[in-house]
């Protein structure tokens, strides 16, 4: 897996230091697949999906927004803006990290700056596995990185009943 910053590529903006004025709704939408929409329409050119994560910002009222320095606008998002579509994994119990690339090349290592959290979802009781990536946003692990997850799941120290993983000297239990 490759660093976006490292790879000489853009990377996010500082978009928490921007504080423009708010334009309203322009009809962006990120449905529950990675798919980005403008108004109902598809916007296919990935590079133009890059750009626009690369502006995109969660706010502390919960809404999701593209900001530039002189204009912010409304994202209607779902469930998570970005999804984490694979996963690398080095070393092994305490000492085990997990590295995640989102589907807009984000690389992301779970730590406590980017902490990784497991929600109870619909009425099956299943986990969704959700990883930080930047300020509020956080990307979703799709359903084959959930799976190699749960193969990496134990119980914590080996004992008890609750399992999880390890990643950045930290025990991320799956609840």
């Known amino acids: 897996m490759r660093d976006a910053a490292a790879s000489g590529e853009a990377g996010a903006r500082p978009v928490e230091k921007w504080d423009p004025p708010y334009c309203g709704d322009i009809g962006m939408a990120i449905r529950r697949d990675g798919t980005w929409m403008y108004q109902g329409s598809l916007i296919g050119r990935i590079a133009l999906v890059k750009l626009f994560a690369s502006i995109l910002r969660k706010d ?4 999701t927004y593209l900001v530039t320095p002189a204009e912010k606008v409304d994202v209607e998002v779902e469930d998570a803006p970005f999804l984490a579509v694979e996963m690398a994994v080095s070393g ?3 000492d085990q990290t997990l590295t995640f690339r989102t589907n807009v090349d984000d690389v992301v290592t779970v ?3 980017h902490p990784l959290r497991f929600e109870v979802s619909g009425p099956d009781g ?5 990883v930080l990536v930047r300020g509020r946003l956080e990307a979703l692990c799709t359903r084959a990185v959930y799976a190699e997850l749960v193969g990496l799941a134990e119980p914590k120290d080996g004992e008890g009943d609750e399992v999880g993983v390890w990643s950045g000297g930290e025990w991320w239990g799956m609840g």
């Open 111 to 113: 730590d406590k700056d």
């Open 60 to 63: 502390g009222d919960g809404k």
């Open 92 to 94: 092994e119990g305490r």
């Open 126 to 130: 299943g986990l969704k596995p959700y």
